[in-house]
């Protein structure tokens, strides 16, 4: 079956710091790739809508220049969190439909980021 | 817009007791609906699917009926085990390349 892939799956780092999480498909290509943040008490919010070969498109209210999304080829989009805060710190989860999806998703695993 | 509205939890229950979780959308047109469950520490899987009004997703146990009129998708298991203890949520996705709109979240504890 099709699998999303998320590295690191977990990450401690310095407030003023970056870091960069990958998603990738393992067996199928993604032109398009979501990714999503998972507050405390669960709720999911999508952030950014990862397009192959062009500009990610933000949710409102996220902010472009903090959460940089690149998705160079059509199995791998990355997440920067630039400048991370505490306030940064939190489960971000990718996912991608495989083509012959019928509109599921499928999820990587998750990265919690936890920024000191 | 599209919207999920979610029984919240948490929910807890004895083992082999009857799981219903409630959900309604707001959408237009007709979209397919999700169940998925994400289980302590990891990401979400599809739990199961209803593509068209009165369609039934079912998966392990669970099942989901696709009601249009009422706008909703409650999700029902006869007899919950402990290892069913997790995350639900409740989802929504029109054709195309769209995200996923989810509801809040469920969380379910059962206890032997």
């Known amino acids: 079956g099709a699998v999303v892939s998320q590295h690191p799956s977990w990450v401690i780092c310095k407030s003023g710091t970056s870091v960069k999480i990958e998603c990738r498909s393992l067996d199928f290509q993604a032109t398009t790739m979501f990714w999503y943040r998972q507050f405390p008490k669960q709720s999911l919010m999508l952030m950014a809508t990862?397009?192959?070969?062009?500009?990610?498109?933000?949710e409102q209210g996220v902010e472009k220049d903090k959460f940089l999304i690149n998705h160079a080829s059509l199995t791998l989009s990355t997440l920067t969190v630039t400048s991370a805060h505490p306030e940064d710190s939190s489960f971000y989860i990718c996912?991608?439909?495989?083509?012959?999806?019928?509109?599921?998703?499928?999820f990587g695993a998750g990265s919690r980021l936890t920024v000191l | 817009g599209n919207s999920v509205t979610q029984m919240e939890g948490p929910v807890t229950l004895s083992e082999e007791a009857f799981l219903t979780i409630n959900c309604t959308y707001t959408?237009?047109?007709?979209?397919?609906l999700f169940w998925y469950v994400q289980y302590p520490g990891e990401g979400l899987q599809l739990l199961l699917k209803?593509?068209?009004?009165?369609d039934k997703g079912s998966n392990k146990g669970f099942e989901a009926t696709y009601r249009k009129e009422t706008t909703s998708f409650h999700l029902e298991k006869g007899s919950v085990q402990v290892s069913d203890s997790a995350v639900y949520f409740c989802?929504?996705?029109?054709?195309?390349?769209?995200?996923?709109?989810f509801g809040k979240g469920t969380r379910l504890s059962v206890i032997a």
């Open positions: 959408a237009t047109g007709y979209p397919s």
């Open positions: 996912s991608a439909r495989p083509e012959s999806g019928a509109n599921v998703l499928t």
């Open positions: 209803a593509t068209k009004a009165d």
């Open positions: 990862s397009n192959e070969g062009s500009k990610a498109t933000y």
């Open positions: 989802a929504l996705a029109h054709s195309g390349n769209t995200p996923l709109v």
